[in-house]
């Protein structure tokens, strides 16, 4: 055991021990004859989570995540909207700010990165170059466009690859034993899985995949094959452009400050006419030299399964084609300075003593803004899911507890409503308020943090449940923060717990992939409420009207439960997983 989780392990004992002193002290709440007023209390309480209809959640949704917000970016206008929004409902519920003074914001500072421009040069084997510059809403006769990455100055010769595809059950081979480190690898964008109802490429073979197999190989960058006309093209650069000069790689300023540490190489796509010059086909036979690599690669595969059963055939072999050409990519960059804010509301709690700790419940209000364009022409991410939804949810969590202190009833705990900003680019403003706690992380009891809690994922829908929510936390970390939130459960919503992911193991490591994290890494117990990924996810198409208000009701009434368990119960929970301790003490802090 580690010096730091000793000294947390005593924490933890000291406060138990403290507690059962308390009990027998006869001055405090905690005695045995305040259970039955503990649980009076508790019904008391619980009566008023009927305010938190679906029509009061889907009222402050429809506007929260309309296009008025513009996506709610951190450190934009419309996150400061945002905020307002949430403030202006706080002061209606006469809930006062959290920070000193009632002040409703805690401001965090942030270190962030703008692009000015993205140059791309094309140089002939003869010398000759074309310059496409793209800035800020302008983007004239531009032969390129960058999709991802780009932080670093590039330079290579460009070599075709085909789909860029090594599969060794087909036998296709279009990377192994090509000469692509220092240069830029060109491909067709839509991997051929299938070809007249036969298998080509294993559909684990994913575009990922693929790139990053490249780009371990050596590959400078990755540039896709348009198959947009030049009008097509252009119109996807400009609208591109729009956005270029969007902040990115934010971070604290207190905890980082040693400028941008983007993704160095580059994913790109050129224009149809500029990449059929560079294979040395018409444009006009691009589709067609397409298709003949396709049914060559299923002549490959084809001769691979015949040897198989037969030995050896004669197949189609792909030969790897050197453009001639060469390309460097410069960005051009600055670093500037921003501004953020976290939201939070507090109500006071009933017991003299007990009102000093706090039970804190967390959303992200923000999302990602302002994106390239989908399908629809759409390009601004609403978030009504992501966190839209979360963050409604505690607002109705907040009306509720408002109602009940109106008529004079209050838990014996402190509530926090803390709605944070920054998710998005990386846990920033709950890790602000981690490192900055406006009430001491020793008297903070727990997190329930709620993040996606208003669509249902593919796996409940194609089984007809839709009163489910992930639970993440609980056993994992604290066995009686988990008692606590079923009892909740059983009390409001009763919904279905889904623990899929409540798996230190789990791939997808959603116990530290919301803002509860930064709560957890300090040992505080925490619950994670979530409902699974959707196709809306971080798109254009995440819209208020797909919400499933009924069960956001049902699920908001389960986090108002569950902070009435906490902020009454007399021995509060702690973290008693041996195995989340050990995992947090190694995690970087």
């Known amino acids: 055991m580690t010096p730091s989780t000793i000294l947390l392990t005593k924490r933890f004992s000291i406060l138990v021990s403290t507690l059962f002193i308390l009990s027998f002290s006869g001055c405090s709440i905690l005695s045995k004859t305040s259970v039955p007023a503990t649980q009076e209390l508790n019904t008391q309480l619980y009566a008023f989570q009927e305010v938190i209809t679906p029509e009061l959640l889907k009222d402050h949704l429809m506007i929260f995540a309309s296009d008025e917000f513009m996506g709610r970016e951190t450190a934009t206008e419309h996150e400061r909207m945002a905020a307002n929004y949430l403030i202006n409902q706080y002061q209606k519920l006469n809930l006062p700010g959290g920070g000193a003074n009632n002040s409703y914001l805690q401001a965090f500072s942030l270190d962030a990165t703008v692009t000015d421009s993205l140059v791309f040069t094309l140089t002939s084997a003869t010398g000759v170059t074309t310059v496409s510059r793209i800035s800020q809403g302008n983007a004239p006769n531009a032969e390129f466009q960058m999709l991802f990455g780009g932080s670093d100055n590039l330079n290579g010769e460009i070599v075709f690859l085909g789909f860029g595809v ?66 097509e093209f252009a119109s996807d650069v400009e609208a591109g452009s729009v956005i270029l000069s969007k902040p990115s790689n934010l971070r604290l300023s207190y905890r980082e400050s040693a400028g941008f540490r983007g993704f160095g190489r580059v994913v790109a796509e050129a224009r149809a006419d500029v990449a059929a010059e560079l294979i040395g086909v018409a444009v006009e036979d691009l589709a067609g030299y397409k298709q003949s690599l396709v049914e060559s690669m299923a002549q490959t595969a084809s001769g691979t399964a015949t040897a198989l059963e037969n030995g050896p055939v004669t197949s189609a072999a792909f030969e790897p084609i050197a453009s001639g050409y060469s390309l460097s990519f410069q960005p051009h960059r600055r670093e500037v300075k921003l501004e953020s804010n976290n939201v939070m509301a507090f109500l006071e709690g009933s017991d003299p003593v007990l009102k000093e700790e706090v039970v804190i419940l967390t959303s992200h209000y923000d999302h990602i803004g302002i994106t390239l364009p989908d399908e629809s022409g759409d390009m601004i991410n609403n978030g009504a899911d992501d966190d839209g939804s979360g963050t409604i949810s505690l607002l109705g969590v907040a009306t509720a507890f408002s109602k009940a202190a109106e008529n004079g009833v209050r838990p014996k705990r402190s509530v926090l409503f803390l709605n944070v900003s920054g998710e998005e680019k990386g846990l920033l403003g709950s890790r602000y308020y981690s490192d900055h706690p406006v009430y001491p992380i020793e008297n903070t009891v727990a997190n329930l943090n709620s993040d996606m809690v208003g669509r249902s994922d593919d796996a409940h829908l194609s089984e007809g449940v839709t009163e489910y929510v992930y639970l993440i936390g609980g056993p994992i970390i604290s066995s009686g923060l988990d008692s606590l939130v079923t009892v909740a459960n059983q009390k409001s919503g009763n919904v279905l717990f889904d623990y899929k992911y409540n798996d230190l193991n789990d791939p997808n490591q959603f116990y530290r992939r919301s803002d509860h994290w930064n709560f957890g890494r300090l040992g505080i117990p925490f619950s994670f409420f979530f409902t699974g990924v959707h196709e809306d996810y971080h798109r254009p198409s995440d819209h208020p009207e797909k919400i499933d208000y009924n069960k956001l009701s049902k699920i908001s009434q389960v986090i108002f439960g569950s902070a009435i368990e906490l902020a009454n119960v007399d021995q509060r929970p702690v973290v008693d997983n041996q195995e989340f301790i050990e995992k947090t003490q190694a995690q970087p802090r």
């Not at 067709?188 to 995949?209: A, E, K």
């Open 166 to 231: 090594a599969d060794e059950a087909s036998g296709i081979d279009q990377v192994v034993g090509a000469e692509i480190e220092g240069k830029w690898v060109m491909v067709f964008r839509d991997i051929p899985y299938t070809y007249n109802g036969m298998d080509l490429v294993s559909s684990s073979i994913t575009n990922n995949v693929r790139i990053g197999a490249l780009l371990q190989a050596g590959a400078t960058g990755v540039i896709y094959i348009s198959e947009s006309d030049p009008l």
